[in-house]
């Protein structure tokens, strides 16, 4: 259906015969992969404008359990099929294939392979290939809802009340309905559920642990946060979601939030050195005007092209940190830049 596949470029000892920089006069070149692509065309296309600017010569490659079903996978360079996320066999597949292609650069998309990843930095350090996650303990707080509410807690930062659903009925905080029941571990507004009193609570068929929070009224940010390779905060830029679909904003608007980027710098310091590459957290301004944060995700977020449109292009910067070419990264982002998104097709 379209997928074609590079050469394998190693020797006979298994190294690499594909350099970074092409040589004197010649572009830099480099090869990444954007990992369970999925419908990622928006960031695909940040990392290949971002290329241009940055005059690299730049091939994409995409991985995904179908990638013939991958309309990013379809849109990239090069496409492989690698195991599920999830399974014992997807780090080596991974590794093997960024071994044969020479990849540089790995992007992760989704949070059920993120902490496999972390994991296994090392491992692909080893052969050459660079990959954009935080450490384990960062991806740990993060993928677990009640972990970053207690980790929000001691950071000092506000965030709803939040309990495991297990201790709701014992809990002794104060409560008031409506409440939001969660997965401890979801993502994408899969399996959200707005309960208000108590019988609705129990009467929730539920097959996965859950949390329950604290409702928040308000207008909702996402905003995304671009750490270095020494895990510095270099860049905070919020939208608003004006309207979400499937858990993804489908109109937004960059904005310069004063409370969000406090929140920003009180969280980059409570992560300290481990955090590397895109991350975004989420979160609700009051009609008081004060911020709460309900999510923190270590990863591009799906809004990121707003951000990327704005000025804030953590694509190019990654690039640039890879091939250690001159920095551009900085906080000079553009403010009310309005994102319309609308339903785009792949054809075969």
């Known amino acids: 259906m379209g997928i074609s596949q590079p050469p394998d470029v190693r ?3 298994g190294a690499s015969r594909l350099p970074l920089i092409a040589g004197v006069n010649q572009r830099p070149r480099l090869r990444m992969l954007i990992s ?69 650069l790995v992007v992760p998309t989704i949070d059920t392979e993120l902490m496999a990843f972390a994991k296994a930095r090392a491992r692909f350090a080893a052969i050459g290939t660079l990959v954009a996650v935080g450490e384990p303990d960062v991806i740990a707080t993060a993928r677990d809802k009640l972990a970053t509410a207690h980790f929000l807690a001691t950071a000092g930062i506000a965030s709803p009340k939040t309990v495991d659903l297990a201790d709701f009925p014992v809990s002794d905080l104060c409560w008031t309905w409506p409440l939001i029941a969660k997965p401890r571990h979801g993502s994408s507004s899969r399996g959200i559920h707005i309960v208000h009193n108590l019988s609705e609570l129990e009467s929730l068929a539920l097959d996965e642990p859950y949390i329950v929070q604290e409702m928040l009224c308000g207008r909702e940010y996402t905003v995304n946060l671009f750490f270095d390779e020494s895990g510095k905060l270099q860049c905070a830029i919020p939208h608003q979601r004006l309207k979400v679909r499937g858990g993804e904003v489908e ?85 009310n830049v309005v994102m319309l998104r609308f339903d785009d097709a792949v054809f075969v």
Request: net charge negative.
């Open 11 to 13: 020797d006979e000892s």
């Open 36 to 104: 369970s692509a999925g419908r990622r065309v928006g960031l695909l296309r940040a990392f290949r404008s971002s290329a241009d600017a940055a005059g690299v010569d730049l091939e994409v490659f995409a991985c995904d359990v179908e990638p013939e079903w991958s309309s990013a996978c379809l849109a990239s360079d090069y496409a492989f099929a690698v195991p599920p996320a999830t399974s014992d066999g997807f780090i080596d597949a991974v590794l093997d294939l960024c071994a044969r292609h020479a990849i540089a």
């Open 251 to 335: 109109k937004g608007v960059t904005s310069r939030e004063p409370g969000l980027c406090e929140i920003a710098d009180d969280l980059a310091c409570a992560l300290g050195s481990r955090p590397f590459g895109a991350m975004c957290f989420q979160a609700i301004i009051d009609g008081d005007g004060r911020a709460a944060v309900f999510e923190i995700n270590a990863r591009f977020g799906g809004g990121y092209p707003l951000a990327h449109r704005a000025g804030a292009t953590f694509a190019r910067w990654l690039i640039e940190q890879r091939l250690d070419l001159p920095r551009t990264m900085g906080d000079d982002w553009e403010d």
